[in-house]
């Protein structure tokens, strides 16, 4: 239960309302101005943050700019009529991008007026509540809401867009209260702010109680409504769910969908979108009741959240995975807000480097701090590492390995052996890309979505999300007979996940392995990849092995997205370039352009393609000369032009129970048009040679130039980090400590 604080022992005033069954005469009362005017603003801005805004608003800097900056552009708003319109449009339609606007601009103001107690602030914020309060009771469920969807909304067409407008519109109506006489408190809020509660909580149970980032939106809202309405009641079933056994709410999601390493199930993508109600509920509940030490539950994980969403990212962008919208970014409103929050409780300065290129200063107490601490240059560079991080509510379900390093280039490879992430998870298992100098190499397509785009259905997710982006083969990892992994059974990849068999990252060898035997019945995958460096020449090479075990034969396909234009192949190409065909009729390739296709002879099979970072990449295979490899351009069977036109190879091998695919990704040399040279556009690569020697598997490559790296690594889940491997090579024996060391011999 909630410990005693002013929060409890405000006097509640009965307001004589009728509402739905199951909500308690107590959960209806009003409270009049003169209770607890002197208690406001009490969420994410303090009354002591109020007086310290006031006094930085009057010195020169990053603060003040950033006031002036939200003071122009509300004014502007200010001279532009009041629209409440009726809802009438899915995302992306005027009405959902007027309330959406709407909720902003309340929330601006109502800062501005605690910053300015200019009374034209409070008065806009006043005039929209009171014309929400006549509309909202007027209200059915939203016309485009999605048939046979249990979280329909009234203003929106979602029930989590109506969480959204309540998380930021409870608090623009906590800042201007003290501004509000009691009977324009009392048809505020039984016109808007408790109806909707309502709506959300009691009239929407299945979604409030929900493990998942509508419920935890949903949940954040009416809790922090609870504070500022002085419901106790309401904040116990936002933390606990309504019936309040901890089966769902916030405590709940706390608990389960972040991983110990602070990790959301969902991916970056959706760990960005459901950090602001997280990191925006927990600062209410510090400011209304320190007691219960929010930042320090479960080993502080609202702030190791906040540091994995900035460390799943690659130059601002978040790694695409899973239903992600490639442009998003650690620039994003809600990343801004973690680490402003973020900063305000640890005062770490390695934060204050992505505050400063996130450029954005909130006006808030803890924005202050963040602009005072840039304004004196205190930033210190922010470390991004190589980390496996784990899944799972006890970690325990695979992770998204990231393997960075600084050689020749800012480098990062992606790793994906994590559980499925709910409906929004694609079905990809063991998975990768890669990053370097600024560019995605290896490409994940991310979501088949035009987001907030009225003429691409609505801003929704396409057909194509499921077709495409969902299927298998739109990811790099092994495809079994053209079926995708759990034949496409969201409930059955749910509850499957990759087995993390090893993590190692030292300052050449960066390199995880895991495998998966429920993707497929009765077949076994096992990826082992590897980014590994020499000092002596500054070479790089992203390393992948893919084993394949099964009793019977099957069709194995193993494709590779990769962004740039093919240059060169090391064999002769057979292209269609007057008859295009689909290369297959489901589960994702009746939407793949069969362009080309060749079979290499046993050995080394190069393919080279240059990307807009002005260099080249060489993925260069090992070859059986059974194995085909296959061309691909994205758009077939696609006539509204959905899909963005990608391209790929895929590697075939037909007709086996077991194969390895063993390759390496090579970057290499440099094309500058703009001055007309181009140097090192060949690999570099001329041998490449995969052994297993007992648990040790050894990857050799040899390069034009005499040398030859060879990657030795212990393949076994678990090993002593002062294990001792001895293995023999050439004519000579060598030696290692520990889970994998690279070689380099010359001539």
């Known amino acids: 239960m909630l410990a005693n604080s002013a929060f409890h022992t405000r006097k509640n005033l009965a307001a004589g309302i009728t509402l739905a069954a199951g909500m308690t005469a107590a959960m209806l009362v009003l409270n009049p101005l003169a209770a607890y005017a002197a208690d406001h603003p009490n969420l994410v801005i303090s009354a002591a943050d109020v007086d310290a805004m006031q006094g930085a ?77 006549e509309l909202y009771p007027t209200l059915p469920l939203h016309p485009k809401r999605r048939p046979g969807a249990n979280n329909p909304g009234k203003l929106f067409w979602q029930s989590l867009n109506e969480a959204v407008w309540l998380v930021y519109t409870i608090q623009a109506y906590d800042l201007i209260l003290p501004s509000l006489t009691d009977a324009e408190a009392k048809k505020i809020e039984q016109g808007a702010i408790r109806p909707v509660a309502r709506f959300l909580s009691i009239d929407s149970p299945k979604t409030f109680n929900k493990v998942h980032n509508h419920g935890t939106w949903l949940t954040a809202g009416v809790g922090m409504a609870g504070y500022v309405l002085d419901e106790p009641e309401w904040v116990e079933q936002a933390l606990l769910d309504l019936d309040k056994s901890g089966k769902g709410g916030f405590l709940r999601q706390l608990s389960t969908l972040f991983s110990p390493d602070g990790y959301y199930n969902e991916g970056p993508y959706y760990q960005r979108y459901a950090l602001m109600p997280f990191v925006t509920f927990a600062k209410a509940i510090e400011n209304n009741e320190p007691e219960r030490g929010i930042f320090e539950y479960r080993d502080g994980i609202v702030m190791k959240a906040i540091d994995t969403t900035i460390q799943l990212s690659y130059d601002n962008l978040f790694f695409p995975i899973n239903d992600a919208i490639k442009s998003k970014g650690i620039d994003t409103s809600e990343l801004v807000l973690g680490v402003t929050i973020a900063y305000g409780q640890s005062g770490d300065p390695q934060l204050l480097d992505i505050a400063a290129k996130q450029d954005q200063i909130l006006l808030s107490g803890d924005g202050l701090k963040v602009a005072n601490a840039l304004d004196a240059g205190q930033e210190q560079p922010y470390t991004f590492k190589s980390f496996a991080f784990r899944d799972g509510k006890d970690g325990d379900e695979g992770a998204l390995v990231v393997l960075r390093q600084q050689t020749d280039g800012d480098q990062a490879l992606v790793f994906k052996p994590a559980a499925q992430g709910m409906g929004h998870g694609h079905f990809d298992k063991l998975t990768w890309q890669f990053y370097d100098r600024g560019e995605e190499i290896v490409t994940d397509y991310g979501a088949a979505r035009f987001l907030n785009v009225e003429a691409k259905n609505g801003g929704r997710y396409l057909a194509e999300n499921e077709s495409w982006a969902k299927q298998t083969v739109a990811h790099n990892t092994v495809v079994v007979d053209e079926t995708s992994h759990f034949d496409n059974n969201l409930k059955v990849a749910n509850q499957n996940h990759p087995d993390l068999l090893f993590f190692h990252a030292d300052d050449q060898v960066k390199i995880s392995a895991a495998e998966i035997n429920s993707a497929y019945p009765g077949v076994r995958l096992k990826r082992t990849l590897a980014l590994v460096n020499s000092p002596e020449n500054g070479k790089t090479f992203a390393i992948d092995v893919f084993d394949v075990a099964s009793s019977q034969e099957h069709q194995l396909d193993l494709p590779l997205h990769y962004n740039g234009q093919l240059v060169d192949t090391s064999f002769r190409l057979q292209g269609f370039t007057d008859n295009l065909k689909a290369l297959g009729t489901n589960n994702g390739y009746q939407h793949l352009w069969l362009k080309a296709r060749g079979k290499p002879e046993s050995g080394l099979a190069q393919v080279t393609w240059l990307n807009d970072n002005g260099r080249f990449y060489t993925q260069s295979s090992l070859m059986d000369g059974a194995t085909e490899l296959l061309f691909t351009e994205l758009g077939a069977n696609d006539p509204n032009f959905n899909l963005r036109s990608e391209k790929g190879f895929i590697a075939r091998r037909d007709g086996v129970s077991s194969h390895t695919f063993v390759s390496v990704l090579e970057p290499h040399g440099q094309y500058n048009p703009s001055k007309e040279f181009t140097l090192e556009a060949e690999s570099q690569v001329n041998a490449l040679d995969h052994q297993r020697v007992g648990d040790l598997e050894l990857i050799t490559i040899g390069t034009k130039d005499g040398a030859t790296q060879l990657l030795a690594y212990h393949r076994s889940k678990g090993i002593a980090a002062d294990t001792r491997h001895t293995f023999k090579f050439g004519d000579s024996e060598y030696s290692f400590t520990g889970r994998a060391k690279l070689f380099q011999f010359n001539n």
């Open 57 to 133: 608003i009057k010195q020169p800097g990053r603060f003040r700019n950033a006031f002036l900056a939200t003071q122009s552009a509300v004014d502007r708003a200010l001279q532009a009529p009041l629209a409440i319109p009726m809802p009438a449009d899915a995302g992306g339609g005027y009405t959902h991008e007027q309330h959406k606007k709407n909720y902003q601009l309340m929330y601006n103001a109502g800062v501005l007026y605690q910053i300015t107690q200019d009374p034209k602030y409070a008065e806009r914020v006043r005039d929209m509540l009171l014309a929400y309060a």
